[in-house]
């Protein structure tokens, strides 16, 4: 696996390179094995990443170095498919936090992958230079969305308006303290 890579009991994490996204886009599974070793049922982006992938392929373009900070790849080990992504929308901010997304394809809805990678990248983020605090944003009519988020240890701190998606929940979760002390 590649150096940024992640491992959990059941599941291999790997940052997407911007050939990887392009293969993505373009439904090529074919490259996409070739690039990333996994297999795709659906060489298709997971739900509500497709309009963000472009963007972030571009920026990946510019700073290859920052592809840890924007979508990883969630692999089933026992399987070699690829079941769902999970993002962060760029590096740490100023105020020291970061702000993840994750979305599972269909097939693989319900068996806890979501769980298993978030709870991965958020100890994997608190790892990392000057992050001290995850969020992630969820309608709240997305009941899966909100579980994930509660089962790694975030709680709501606020609610906004969404124009694509009506209220969501902003849900945080800070650094332990040990992270960052010797």
Do not use: C
């Not at 599941?11 to 373009?26: F, G, K, N, Q, V």
């Not at 994997?124 to 969820?138: D, H, K, Y």
């Not at 309608?139 to 609610?159: D, F, I, K, Q, S």
């Amino acid at each position: 696996m590649p150096k940024e890579s992640v491992r959990t009991p059941r599941l291999d994490l790997t940052p997407l390179s911007a050939d990887a996204i392009d293969a993505l886009l373009a439904g090529d599974g074919i490259r996409l094995l070739a690039l990333t070793g996994a297999r795709f049922r659906h060489p298709a982006p997971p739900p509500y990443m497709a309009d963000a992938l472009p963007v972030v392929r571009d920026r990946l373009r510019a700073e290859p170095s920052e592809a840890a900070w924007w979508n990883w790849l969630i692999v089933d080990r026992a399987s070699g498919e690829a079941v769902g992504s999970v993002a962060f929308a760029g590096p740490v901010n100023p105020e020291g936090a970061v702000l993840i997304g994750y979305a599972m394809y269909a097939d693989f809805e319900g068996r806890g992958y979501a769980t298993e990678a978030v709870r991965a990248l958020v100890a994997w983020a608190f790892g990392q230079s000057g992050v001290r605090e995850v969020r992630a944003l969820a309608p709240v009519w997305n009941t899966p969305a909100l579980r994930v988020a509660e089962n790694v240890g975030m709680r709501p701190v606020a609610a906004e308006e969404d124009d694509d998606v009506g209220e969501v929940l902003l849900y945080a979760v800070t650094a332990p303290a040990s992270v960052g002390s010797a």
